[in-house]
């Protein structure tokens, strides 16, 4: 990565005034990054900004409020962190935005499923076209464009939205038009019975681990979630799908508005549960019914949180 | 030396069918992307050829268990006075397990050292160990996560198993481990395995052969009590940790809890459900004080647990069995072998 | 017994005190007969009605899902039904994603004089409900036959 | 807890499609409940006891009554636990009678369902808490809304009580609509010779501040402390100076402005006072027609204007007064009727309304006092008085009875006889209704003593014959037609609410029905409440009134706040919201949709946090479903109680 170097040095120049910068960094095999919290120079050296760049590191701010924090961000991730501003629960003067040009990120299991596993991964080249995997004795080459997790093939935003330092000429960012909600539209489309047995099916391996809460950059009530609380007692700790389904559908409601579809949620889940499509529909409806795209303003107010008194979108039923 | 036996490939299907007539059998299968045990479904395809997304652990450790079903009756003359009844609900039935890994059911010997001591022994747990059978599949190369050897295992170790089936060209070598798994291997589909043995022994020592050397874990319970007080080794350890119970879901040697009762009307049940030393509830006491109140304190415990105390209280036993689950499995990829390491390495600043 | 059995589906209401409380309360002082399925819960404004109690009350076994609250302009809150109208209506459009049909939840206005209208919307309302029959149940003894259905789909 | 549950059968209200005693059967099957039983009246004096006996007892922690609905109720019952120390709270009611048994005659269906209401509130208040009041001081001052008879009449009496009273009237006079009444029914005596003093002391009461020519602009705040930002209309004279001399009047050249006191009887100059004994009597110019302002030609008031009051620069001024209670009394309006086309639909200049007619009565009205046909000035001989326009009508979407117009026809008929001694009046009537004291009587006199000719019918067709106009209906009595030959028609125009009603209602919070009329808090026990604490009802606000009734409610009104403020702090609904501390993550969600601006950020520990402020918390719970946290929590009705009921109800 070309801008690489530049946003190292960019880094290195404001270290003494942060506390920790975060980035990311090679992680246990070459197949994955892992996030990287750079406190001294010597650091800076492992940061690595690659298709394996995955996490959204947004994350982890509210969590190291008070601190100074500096962050690079994929354009998807500087959308959180606009929320996150927007939402008063980071002090923009804390934080320092490093924003890169992105063009796209992997879907790790895009790449399981197209070579079968990747426990033994031994090796990985990436280019811009392809990337090259050596493993089980073999080498083999998977295009790039496919490997790429789906909110990169259609990607609106791949320079960041805000940020202090840019490292690399920017993209270019589309801005809010023609989003495609294909898969959802062509799940609406299947039966009734299809679609309630679909989530009774996909939701029954769910362990309730919450990686798709706590890997979300705006699920911020953090210890207080309402997914084990019995103050209030929304879902009960037995293992059904009805609570599991539930509490989709809470964090689906509560992201209403402000959800940036990072898709880490669906990401972070250890059994592949494709939970992104609950937020995908309500970012759709919002979208639909408001105008409204979360993560662009940091002074917009989400469309649940006001209401116009004639709204242009709402027909209500007749009686 | 139990019982050999082997198993053609092919008549896989028509044994797990076999067993599946007196036994509930669980095999791996994909669901959706990734791969589980569940109930075994000849019509479906089973999916051996990987480590399975999460171990086994569900079959004797139910993610959650009805432990009584409670009901409120009252006192027609005086409706004040409320009586309750409780019916404990014990599991039933036998089960086979097909197609764990040596790490995935070793684990289980971490919770019979918990579950099954002398004095309280778990009876819930009791009921479903004694009553399920692991045939076990030998690892043939390992993963990058995988560090069963740095923990006292082996690709090939039958620890907790009653079966060890190691995969040869066009089979299986069966061998069992325990008289339950004699008991298994008495099928007509299985022939002598006897003049094979040595083909399964040749796969075993190549897959020991392709580990890496393992470093000396000695002294992390030591060394990880020298740094309990370090919380800045903790939190930097912990920087990127999210808190979720991933790791500790998918492992199959946690075996924590939580209990918590459920009424409708006047009756009640009372669950057991998986808990995990990530969570901020698991420690949160009555009154609102938590005494592991960050992620750094809860990380912590965690791999404290598993490389120190547990190992303080039973015989050095290490209570990790190496999967490397939570290494593939976190959604920021956490290294728990980084952790330990670097706790045995770390040199406590002089003065 | 909730329901009665056969003639009954589980219809769960939640109405504003001010306005749709008060249109029910209307519809009953002039005697205008109402299906007898719905069963009301009082919230002060449609605006604490939470999206997820209607979930909440699907989930957990509601074949259908009433609101009402005050019409715009005349909430006793000022502004709560027009917060509510804009959460119920993502909860309208959100319900179809789940594998509920739409016209299992409605949400309209009744004022505290329109006792007619409400004995319209009920009557209305819970015949919309007894047209599409029993929702699937996700636990309890219909359990089983849902996931019957389900895998007839699938 | 233990519970009581009392299942009321209400005479055979409930009984009769309820089996109350299978409903407290099962309630003694429910969590909790240690005692349950049917009752006969359980609102009662004895059925009251009962309760209390029973919670002494049965050592009860909280009760819940299965009866009507708790909006009729719900106070009266948790008065009885609190007499038998329970807290008020911890009381629930399950409403069998409007949503069970008046609404179906299944008595099965009818039972279960009772069951299912009982089981619900149970659970509910299984998760009740007692709540406990704050008290807070009062600003024990009064806001009038309108200046009509009703508006008068509160005013007066709040004033005499002690009380400040603040008074905002729209047009530029008070005196409303009776203002314009030549004389009343069924005294005949003159309507300026009994309301001129009672405005006269409005003017001169010291408690009293009169904003006329003014209007509501912004209401905050609550019962005991109101805020009302008053919007005072340019008049473009400043009143301090101006003495209401007239001399402006008299020489201003322009003379076409719209009379709205003489109801366009005629035109009146630009800047204008309405009429001689207007209160406040000061001058205003008509924007609309002053040619100064129009054009900035003229200034001839200005001129001529002994006290130099005229500034055509003024502006809409605004101005904030606090309050501790509202009466509402904006009064009504008539209906548009030139939606008739049968009778003429405003074409025919000599088809003319009451209130027209009453100007054209009175002797200080544009006529005089004589009456004279609007086309030509001449004397009518045969006058058509046409009931029931714009009431008991669906077609014009007005079905009500405006009520004071039967009357006030009956005594039009008299007066014309009176001035018009050759005159011969026919009224066209649907129902006489003259249910007051001594009305029906009036009405007897106008056809027997004055010769007035009552046809029970209605009016089919009015068109012009020569210079009168050609009156046809029919006579359902005689099963005839009946054509008069008018020289002038006077339609007895219903009552509407007034213009605006509905906005001021969505400033003051309260309902309104679907005219456009004040909702009471009860049709029956409070006639002149709302259902906004602090906001009271006079007069034709309400629904159409005639001036004893609106006198009477504005007396009520006053009553009611003289009550509220007799105490020197209000205790405040407990019913509010409260922020658990752990919970809250300081995102002001909940700040950004209070619509009272009840929750303000605070700091705890250098984190921020919400805070309610409970006196300004009105309890309407959008925080607590804003909030994704479960944070802020509306007491009485938490998430845990809602879901309490919601898992009631639906258990698969």
Redesign the interface.
Known sequence: MKFQEELKKCISDVMPELDVVIGWCASFDPLHATPHFMRRKEDIDKLEISPLSVHNLATYLPGLRGKKVGIVVKGCDSRSVVELLQENLIDRKDVTIFGFPCTGVVDQSKIKKALGHTGNVESCEMSDTALVIKMDDKTQTLAMAEMLADKCSSCRYPDAVISDYFAGEKIGNKGEKDVDYAAVEAFEKLSVPERFGYWLKELDRCIRCYACRNACPLCVCRDHCAAESRDPHWLSQENNVRDKLMFQVIHAYHLAGRCTECGECQRACPVDIPVLMFKQKMNQEIREIFQYEAGVDPEATPPLLSFKMEEENITEKVW | MGLVKYLKSADLTPWLEELAQENKVFAPRYEGDAVIFAPFDPKQEISIKHAATMPPKKTVFPQSEKLVDFTYSKDPEDLSRVMIEGKEVLPEGTAVVFGGRPCDVRGFTMFDRVYLAEKTTDVYYKARRDNTSFITLACEKPETTCFCHWVGSSPYDATGSDVLATPIEDGYVLESFSPKGQKLLTSKLLENGDRWISKGQEVNENAVESLTDAPDLSRAPQKLLDVFDNMNFWEKAAAKCLSCGACAYLCPSCYCFNITDETTGMKGTRFRSWDNCMSAQFTMEASGHNPRPTKAHRLKNRVGHKFSYYPGIHDGVISCCGCGRCIKSCPVGIDIREIVQEAINHEPAIG | ????EG??L?I?GFLC???S??G??T???G??????DL???????S???????I???M????DGVLVSG?H?????????N??A???L???E??L??????PERF????V????GQ?W???VT?FTDQIHKLGPA????????SD??S?????? | MKIGVFVCHCGSNIEATVDTAAVAAAARQFPGVAFATDTMYTCSEPGQDEIVAAIKEHNLGGVVVASCTPRMHEQTFRRTVERAGLNRYLFEMANIREHVSWIGKDREANTNKSIDLVRMATEKLTHNRPLYSKKFDINKRVLVIGGGVAGIQAALDCADGGLEVVMVEKTSTIGGKMAKLDKTFPTVDCSSCILGPRMVDVAQHPNITLYAYSEIEEINGYVGNFEIKVKKKATYVDWDLCTGCGICMEKCPSKKATDFFNEGIGKTTAINIPFPQAIPKKAKIDPAFCTKLTKGKCGVCAKVCPSGCINYEMQDEFITEKVGAIVTATGFDLFDWSVYGEYGGGRYPDVITGLQYERMLSASGPTGGHIKRPSDGKEPKNIVFIQCVGSRDKSVGRPYCTGFCCMYTAKQAILTKDHLPESQSYVFYMDIRAIGKLYDEFTRRAMEEYDTKYIRGRVSMIYPKGDKLLVRGADTLMGSQVEVDADLVVLAVGAEAAAGASKLAEKLRISYDTYGFYMEGHPKLKPVETNTAGVYLAGACQGPKDIPSSVAQGSAAAAKVLGLFSKDQLESDPQVSIVDIKRCIGCGKCIKTCPYGAIKETELRGMVKADVIETICQGCGICTSTCPQGAVQLQHFTDNQILSEVNALCQF
Not at chain 3, 47 to 53: E, Q
Not at chain 3, 111 to 114: C, H, I, K, L, R
């Open positions: 017994m909730p329901v009665l003639t009954e589980r769960v005190n001010w306005c409380y008060g029910a309360d519809a009953g002082v005697r205008f007969k109402q299906p007898t069963r009301i819960i009082r919230v002060p404004c605006g604490r009605i939470d999206p997820l109690f979930v909440k009350a989930m957990n076994g509601a005050c715009p302009r005349d909430c006793h809150y000022s502004e709560g027009f917060y109208r804009r959460r209506e993502i909860i459009k959100f179809p994603i789940l594998g509920y049909e409605a949400y309209t206005w004022s505290a004089s329109e209208r004995q319209e919307v209305s699937p149940k996700i636990l309890g003894p219909q359990a849902t996931l259905v389900m895998e007839a789909a699938l």
